[in-house]
């Protein structure tokens, strides 16, 4: 092998090394937005479960809220209506709730089989106690009694079912304790996931655009060798 063929072996050795420099920035390049992909997969799909769960905490809240409003109507009104929209809303309050367990976290599904404890317990003594005070006081308003008589044991009703609902009170504030805290834990996540799916972006685009500079001038300085060989 004499001096001349032993420059181009170099030569040749030095330009296949290019190109497998170039091959592996490249490779690198592919690596990056696979794990980014799947990166952004899996923050897209924590941002979706999380809102999937505000929904369903959105409405165990709206539901049983709309049935303390209708107790309350049937309090001031003596309507049977209100008793039984009271009824149809601690039911949807507690399907949501169970639906809400469906899609909780591992470390959260305690707090909502509480949820869905107190709402039970919240429906079922007002049922028992609440709903049949109230009645009795407006029965004893329109039973014809003498004008006294009859304000005297409404009075008394009225205190009795107000006491009662008193006892409910801690209840409804443990489940609106709750509810809104799962709104806005989750909401959190949201906010969290978006700033990661954001920044995952940017780091992706600047390694890209650093990735392709070094490439495209590896390429630059192969193909300045080559030109070199041809014209030499």
Do not use: H
């Amino acid at each position: 092998m004499n001096k001349e063929e032993g420059e181009n072996m170099r030569v040749g050795m030095k330009i296949g090394l290019g190109f497998l420099v170039v091959i592996l920035v490249l490779a690198v390049m592919g690596g990056v937005s696979f794990y980014s992909a799947g990166n952004i997969a899996d923050q897209v799909t924590g941002i979706q479960r999380a809102s999937q769960r505000v929904e369903v905490a959105s409405s165990v809240d709206q539901a049983f809220t709309e049935g303390v409003m209708a107790i309350r109507g049937y309090m001031l009104y003596g309507k049977d209506n209100f008793a039984k929209q009271f009824n149809d809303k601690m039911d949807e309050a507690v399907k949501e709730a169970a639906a809400l367990l469906q899609v909780a976290r591992p470390e959260k599904k305690a707090e909502v089989e509480k949820l869905i404890a107190n709402i039970k317990k919240y429906k079922e003594d007002a049922q028992a106690k609440l709903l049949p005070a109230i009645q009795k006081s407006y029965q004893v308003k329109t039973s014809g009694a003498p004008d006294a008589a009859a304000a005297a044991a409404a009075a008394a009703m009225e205190d009795q079912f107000t006491q009662i609902a008193t006892t409910l009170v801690p209840i409804a504030e443990a489940i609106k304790k709750e509810t809104s805290a799962q709104v806005a834990e989750n909401r959190k996540t949201i906010t969290e996931r978006l700033t990661e799916s954001t920044n995952t972006v940017g780091t992706v685009k600047t390694t890209t655009i650093i990735l392709s500079i070094i490439a495209l001038l590896l390429v630059v300085g192969i193909s300045f060798f080559l030109t070199r060989m041809i014209t030499k």
